[in-house]
């Protein structure tokens, strides 16, 4: 069974930092693309940031210079580094991976429960 477990969100104000983790266990981590996605409250969910399995990276326009995805191969974690929070950047923010399940070799798009961020003074 894959799980993914997002964690790291909270309350912070304009200006500040949080670093989201997103845990993985089922999945073969290695072989998985991982991103981030947020859903902000009446919106669609959004791309966010990107890494693959190779470490290339690509992010949303917006967060470009502010947001840093980074992955460790062997805790199977991803994180988001998120600077210069905006009150914009408000959201459920969601783990993703698409990847092959241990065992087997089709690759599926998993999801996390998603980890509240509100940016506020």
């Known amino acids: 069974q894959v799980q993914l477990v997002e964690s790291g969100g909270g309350l912070v104000q304009p200006g500040g930092s949080l670093r989201l983790s997103c845990a993985t266990s089922?999945?073969?981590?290695?072989?998985?693309?991982m991103a981030w996605y947020r859903q902000a409250p009446g919106k669609l969910r959004e791309f966010v940031a990107r890494?693959?399995?190779?470490?290339?990276?690509d992010y949303l326009d917006v967060v470009q210079g502010r947001f840093a995805i980074s992955r460790d191969n062997i805790k199977r974690t991803m994180y988001l580094q998120m600077n210069s929070l905006k009150p914009e950047d408000t959201a459920v923010y969601f783990c993703?991976?698409?990847?092959?399940?241990?065992?087997?070799?089709?690759?599926?798009?998993?999801w996390g429960q998603g980890t509240q961020v509100t940016v506020s003074s």
């Open positions: 890494i693959s399995v190779d470490g290339a990276t």
């Open positions: 089922g999945i073969r981590f290695m072989a998985s693309d």
């Open positions: 993703n991976a698409e990847g092959p399940q241990y065992g087997r070799s089709n690759i599926r798009t998993y």
